[in-house]
Nanobody
Framework: QVQLVESGGGLVQAGGSLRLSCVAS????????MGWYRQSPGKQREYVAG???????NYADSVKGRFTISRDNAKNTLYLQMNSLKPEDTAVYYC????????????????WGQGTQVTVSS
């Protein structure tokens, strides 16, 4: 079992930046891919970004060029640097661990974090 704990969410004005962190514990040797998903009220949870153990990453089109995903395997920590935030980025952001799916670094989820709220005001 892998436990994931996110932090770093908050309230920011449009154009601002936030950095989310996710610390993994438990059977971390089982972790292959990791990623970030988000969910807004009334919407389905959507993929934001993913990264393989080796550091290969990709992004949803909506965040490409603004968000950067990275991982520190020595610290068992995943990050999401979010720049140029927009009101439409407002959501609960979830850290995930699992396996790749097709060309996406992560798509088969085995563990979810509890989520951290990001609110972007206009």
């Amino acid at each position: 079992q892998v436990q994931l704990v996110e932090s770093g969410g908050g309230l920011v004005q449009a154009g601002g930046s936030l950095r989310l962190s996710c610390v993994a514990s438990g059977n971390i040797f089982r972790i292959n891919a990791m990623g970030w998903y988000r969910q807004s009220p009334g919407k389905q949870r959507e993929y934001v970004a993913g990264i393989t153990r080796g550091g290969s990453a990709n992004y949803a089109d909506s965040v490409k060029g603004r968000f950067t995903i990275s991982r520190d395997n020595a610290k068992n920590t995943l990050y999401l640097q979010m720049n140029s935030l927009k009101p439409e980025d407002t959501a609960v952001y979830y850290c995930a661990a699992g396996l790749p799916l097709g060309a996406q670094p992560i798509g088969v989820i085995s563990s979810w974090g509890q989520g951290t709220q990001v609110t972007v005001s206009s």
